[in-house]
């Protein structure tokens, strides 16, 4: 049934796209492209826009003013495929299959890249990470798929393949001078640079710590210490925070790059824009300290979000709460173009005047790889820990360890006092309703298939356990 709605989906617009070639440049929504910017590991409260003090970010800042910034904008799963698959297809991991990092994206499922090809757009990707690589299969749909990775020394000597946001920024920007701007162009930009290991290049490596540079911090002992006295109690954890603080801001500064270029080249202003980040980061505040996919914290699935309408004016901020998977339909909404009955995400407005939304259920699960908790399940990440948002209240189940954590993030934004511990009795009635809720949305997991990246798999296991992928807490 999934495959025969994509099918439909790409047969009804076939005639468009040579429509769209005879006619030459369409606008969609005002636009005649669409340009898409994903932060890899990236934390919203690292960016002056969302209220840091510390974190210098100038460039983000500004196109923040040009922009709507979304304020409450969560992850459906703390790892960089899963996630960006849900980002491309509208839809929750337990639906379109992918559980983590090595899986590959069935075809059946109808990503963002196919449906604007359809439509006459030049579709073309830089991604910086090997875990976006295109064996992985989010390469479908593009026409171009640009995946030059470098080879980095990660932790312990380990090789990692993913290239430097200045690198990504230098092809973009080739890319377009080179080939021209075509009639109508999808650009999808994929930025890596805050995953660890943490070594942001000079001056960035001792914005916040002038001895940062002198060695590289070692995250494994850095997260012992933290698993002893939670919070940022060692020297070492906090140089770690610091180096992920100047990973932060030379992300901004070559995101900036690749904004004035888009706008020197007529781009930017004829575009909507999306910046977007696929998960955050534990920074010793809970366990999986310094790196994500363990837990459904807000530290892990809280993400960033601007939208640039065409020609800027924006310059507001929404507290609609949102989920990464409506930013498929809504874009698909802002041009004009129907969204996918399949798509699970909802499309929401950009303008303040019709802001009023219900207090709407957002769902996000664990996905980090762990063998011993996944082994014969139908979906893998099934027993790992998952959580529903709705309104101030979060319930956070996590079915291998049979615990439950219910936070009321008004009051207590960084998720420090369960109030299941010595539950009132308005905190059990909350629970339950929200258990409910959950039990309702794990019920609905129907996954498409998903399979390990067949052939290479040993090639695939030692090129994501250089990138830190591998292996439970």
Not at 55 to 67: G, H, K, Q, Y
Not at 151 to 165: L, M, P, T, Y
Not at 285 to 292: A, I, K, L, N, S
């Amino acid at each position: 049934m999934q495959g025969a709605l994509r099918t439909a989906a790409i047969l009804g617009a076939a005639g468009l796209l040579a429509a769209a070639c005879a006619e030459g440049p369409r606008r969609f929504g005002g636009a005649r492209h669409v340009v898409m910017i994903s932060l890899d590991t990236t934390r919203p409260d690292h960016f002056g826009f969302y209220g840091s003090q510390r974190v210098r970010t100038p460039r983000l800042d500004r196109l923040a003013e040009e922009s709507v910034v979304l304020d409450d904008l969560l992850t459906v799963a703390p790892t960089t495929l899963a996630s960006h698959a849900s980002l491309m297809t509208g839809r929750h991991p337990h639906s379109h299959g992918v559980p983590r990092n090595g899986f590959v994206l069935d075809p059946a499922n109808l990503t963002l890249a196919e449906i604007l090809h359809s439509h006459g757009f030049r579709t073309v990707a830089f991604v910086a990470s090997f875990a976006l690589a295109r064996r992985f299969g989010l390469d479908q749909g593009f026409d171009v798929y640009d995946q030059r990775f470098e080879q980095r020394s990660g932790e312990g000597g380990a090789d990692q393949d993913q290239r430097r946001a200045e690198a990504v920024t230098d092809a973009v920007l080739g890319f377009l001078d080179r080939e021209g701007v075509p009639r109508n162009l999808f650009l999808f930009v994929h930025y890596f640079d805050p995953h660890a290991p943490y070594a942001p290049p000079p001056p960035f490596d001792r914005m916040y710590d002038p001895a940062g540079a002198d060695q590289p911090v070692n995250l494994r002992a850095a997260a012992a210490m933290c698993r002893e006295r939670p919070g940022l109690p060692s020297a070492l954890a906090r140089r770690a925070a610091n180096l992920y603080a100047g990973e932060i801001s030379y992300l901004d500064a070559q995101v900036g790059r690749l904004i004035d270029g888009l706008r020197s080249r007529g781009v930017l202003d004829d575009a909507y824009l999306v910046v977007t980040s696929d998960h955050g980061e534990n920074l010793c505040e809970h366990p999986g300290y310094f790196d994500h996919g363990l837990t459904v914290y807000q530290t892990s699935i809280r993400a960033v979000g601007l939208v640039r309408p065409p020609g800027g004016g924006g310059g507001t901020r929404t507290s609609r709460p949102l989920s990464t998977i409506d930013i498929m339909p809504a874009l698909l909404t802002w041009l004009g173009l129907p969204v996918p009955e399949a798509v699970e995400g909802e499309p929401f407005p950009l303008r303040a005047a019709e802001e009023a939304a219900p207090a709407r259920l957002r769902y996000a699960e664990a996905s980090k790889p762990w063998e011993e908790v996944e082994g014969g399940l139908r979906w893998r990440n099934a027993r790992k820990s998952r959580c529903v948002v709705q309104g101030r209240y979060k319930l956070i189940v996590t079915p291998y360890l049979g615990t439950e954590e219910l936070y009321d993030l008004d009051a207590d934004p960084s998720e420090q006092h369960n109030l299941l511990e010595e539950p009132t009795p308005a905190a059990r009635e909350i629970a339950e309703s929200l258990r409910a809720r959950l039990a309702e949305w794990d019920a609905s997991a129907d996954p498409l298939p998903s399979r390990f990246e067949p052939g290479r798999r040993e090639d695939t296991l030692r090129r994501l356990r250089g990138l830190g992928y591998l292996g439970g807490p």
